[in-house]
């Protein structure tokens, strides 16, 4: 087993002069199968679809309805993935994250690091209550981190429209991610 990847990555906001390394590690039939279902996400992922979606995560951070990063390494600065927080409600405090590691970045560590770095902004710099993940039932890797940082599933598998994968919601409370971590208490920097 390799060693935690703990501190080992850090998230920047994405720029144009990423996309030829979005598209070399999303440009993958596995990050596909777990991450289509979910959403628009295309196989091959080329550089125009890269482009694209920074372009996106651009205009969405504007609006304040989605922060998407680039996930990485610490060491020597290269892009290794991609995560987010969307469908950001401030009048409920809840909002929904996502993520993905190219291939060869498995197993190490890199999503765990990068998902407790997106629960942390979420609870602790946006005031949110309640963080949610929604993951294919078969993606037993993703299911299993999850669960390791104290979500739970939240509803039985359901259907997306015109998909045939089944998802499972998974939720992450601020008290329970307290408890979990061992914080006494978790308060936003705003109302």
Known sequence: MKDSAKGTVFLRPL????ADSLAKNASDPEIRRNMGPL???PYPYTRSHAM???????????????????VCLSKTGELIGSCGIRNIDN?????????WIGRRYWGIGYGRDAVEQLIGM???AMGMKTVRARVLQSNSRSLRLL??????????????TGSSAATVLMTLSSTTYAKHSGITSIRASHG
Request: net charge negative; proline share 2%.
């Open 15 to 18: 720029g144009l002069d990423d």
């Open 39 to 41: 959403g628009d996400f």
């Open 52 to 70: 694209g979606f920074i372009e996106a995560s651009g205009n969405a951070l504007i609006d304040g309805t989605m922060l998407n990063f680039a």
């Open 91 to 99: 009048a409920r405090k809840e909002c929904d994250i996502g993520y």
């Open 122 to 124: 979420a609870f602790y």
């Open 147 to 160: 669960r390791s940082m104290g979500f739970a599933k939240a509803a039985e598998p359901e259907q997306r």
